[in-house]
């Protein structure tokens, strides 16, 4: 009565049948090294009887452990011309894989230790702020080189939209309240995205033209941070960001 | 006044959020010579030991981080309105252990080490980076081969992989029976 | 060793990322008088300015925060363009287990498994060398084909392009949801 009292304290410890099985040798005060095979494999099976105990996911693991416990007794049984020793004795593949484990629990342990000390020491989580802003080095783009990125951008459209029947109109007036309504709510576009979220070739070029007119007037800039990176079109001024 | 490299390695520590090695800093400072830069480097360390102070510089996963001192930990988790910091569950902590003093090793060799599926734990610990997969094992099936990572190094503040606890540590604890369950 | 309260404000400036301000440092430190604090803080500020160093404190948005110092601007900066170059993008990852998992590759073949254009995060990859242009495809345009490269392998830690997990590999380790441990 006591025991089963003992395992329900113990219940959520195991993790597994090994875990199961060291807290038994410990228990008895077993030598892991010469293990009274019959003794355990009762305690355990007793353990494993309890079955509401046992997490159903796991069961299958435990079970695994009692038939290789079933196994090394039945081989204990067996009758032999001299003692069993080293190589030759049956328990040798539990032994070998309970110091295992065992070792394993140990390193956790210390593991453990050391990160509960590490836990207390606090590292930054963001790099600090530099004395100088540091401003992206944006390089102003050309218009041609604008040009050049939509023409390539363009090409895709036309593969994409070569089947459509283009049906709608895109006025210059709506596109540029358009433009401006997403300059006001991002701050900035960026220009690849956008003209990528353009439905067809045509409102593409609509939505280039309006962009074409805005820098003109100043109104936006577009910028690049460096080469390679994605053009963006950042208002000049007025536009709040 | 001149520019001391000591202090720019300082600065250099400071910004960088990872455990910032030596290679790093020798590549950055190119104007200096090799044994300047470590020079610098012992100095800038012996400095943070001698004076006492609320930061410190420590070394992980072969780099130096700048970090809190265990002593102020209750008034930063105030601060940050933190309770302890999460730790790793026992499972995951197991298999780490399993991975660590056994790699490279196979998921299979790890759950037959701790006696269960270990599958769901490594998913985690691989999630959390403190686990890789590097290859694979040339054996049937040529199942893939696990290892830990500098971020596992510096999670408990090794430096090296040499630094775990050593067989000597392990049995001193197995004799002590201080075994976590 | 007593704690200092020096030492302690000196560890939440270094934890905080926003500038800290007097009255959330007499919020924390509660064991401690307003004069205490104010002269320790003083105190601290004072000997960043005196004693010459890579990092120091600085007050701003009405509070006090660590920074580096300008003279070591050009260094940090070499530092993060370092940091930056060896950073993936979350795009360009994308693009490399693209063109990983589908070499030889086209850049239209890509884009097409993305579902988004891939050629800025294509060219990133290249300037990294983490792929590269192996030939021409035999279909209309000749459009260029793409590999992994070796450093590829050695970034990722693998011997072989068939030591990558494969597909159903990756699903099995991110499908062990349900599985206690």
Redesign the interface.
């Known amino acids: 009565m006591e025991e089963a009292r003992d395992y329900q304290v113990n219940l959520e410890v195991f993790q597994g049948p090994l875990d199961l099985l060291l807290f038994l040798i410990r228990k008895k005060k077993i030598d892991i090294h010469d293990i009274p095979i019959a003794t355990i494999t009762r305690e355990y099976l007793a353990y494993l009887n309890q079955k509401a105990k046992i997490n159903l996911e796991r069961e299958g693991e435990f079970l695994l452990i009692a038939a290789l416990l079933i196994y090394i007794k039945s081989q204990m049984l067996l009758p032999r011309e001299s003692e069993l020793e080293g190589e030759d004795d049956p328990r040798k593949i539990l032994v070998d894989r309970l110091l295992d484990f065992q070792k394993i629990k140990a390193a956790s342990t210390l593991l453990r230790e050391k990160e509960g000390q590490q836990k207390r020491l606090w590292k930054r989580s963001a790099p600090p702020p530099l004395p100088i802003k540091q401003e992206v080095e944006l390089v102003e783009v050309s218009v041609f080189e604008l040009a050049e990125a939509f023409l390539s951008l363009m090409k895709r459209k036309e593969q994409e939209n070569i089947r459509l029947i283009h049906g709608k109109e895109y006025s210059l007036e709506e596109k540029m309240k358009e433009l401006i309504e997403r300059l006001k709510e991002n701050g900035y576009l960026d220009f690849r995205e956008y003209f990528n979220s353009q439905e067809s070739l045509e409102e593409a070029l609509t939505s280039f033209f309006c962009l074409l007119e805005l820098i003109k007037a100043r109104v936006v800039i577009a910028v690049q941070e460096s080469l390679f990176h994605p053009i963006k079109v950042w208002p000049t001024q007025g536009v709040p960001s | 006044?001149r520019?001391?490299l000591?202090?720019?390695?300082?600065?250099?520590i400071?910004?960088?959020?990872e455990p910032?090695n030596l290679e790093?800093i020798k590549?950055?400072?190119t104007e200096f010579s090799n044994s300047e830069i470590e020079e610098a480097i012992q100095e800038l360390v012996e400095s943070y030991v001698s004076n006492?102070?609320?930061?410190q510089i420590?070394q992980a996963a072969g780099g130096y981080?700048?970090?809190?001192?265990?002593?102020?930990?209750q008034?930063?988790r105030?601060?940050?309105s933190l309770e302890?910091?999460s730790?790793?569950s026992?499972?995951?902590?197991?298999?780490?252990?399993?991975v660590?003093?056994h790699q490279p090793v196979t998921l299979a060799e790890i759950s037959?080490?701790?006696?269960?599926?270990?599958?769901?734990?490594?998913?985690s610990l691989?999630q959390k980076k403190l686990v890789?997969?590097?290859?694979?094992k040339k054996s049937p099936g040529r199942p893939?081969i696990y290892?830990t990572t500098d971020k596992f190094l510096t999670?408990?503040?090794?430096n090296n992989i040499k630094d775990?606890?050593s067989e000597e540590?392990?049995?001193k604890?197995?004799d002590e029976?201080?075994?976590?369950?």
């Open positions: 006044m520019t001391r000591k202090d720019v390695i300082e600065s250099l400071f910004v960088s959020l910032l790093k590549n950055i400072c006492e102070r609320g930061i420590i981080l700048f970090s809190t001192k265990s002593e102020h930990d008034w930063i105030r601060l940050l302890n910091k730790k790793l026992h499972a995951a902590l197991e298999t780490l252990a399993t660590a003093y037959a080490l701790r006696g269960v599926d270990a599958s769901y734990s490594l998913k691989l890789k997969i590097t290859g694979r893939l290892r999670y408990f503040g090794l775990l606890p540590e392990i049995l604890i197995l029976e201080k075994i976590l369950d």
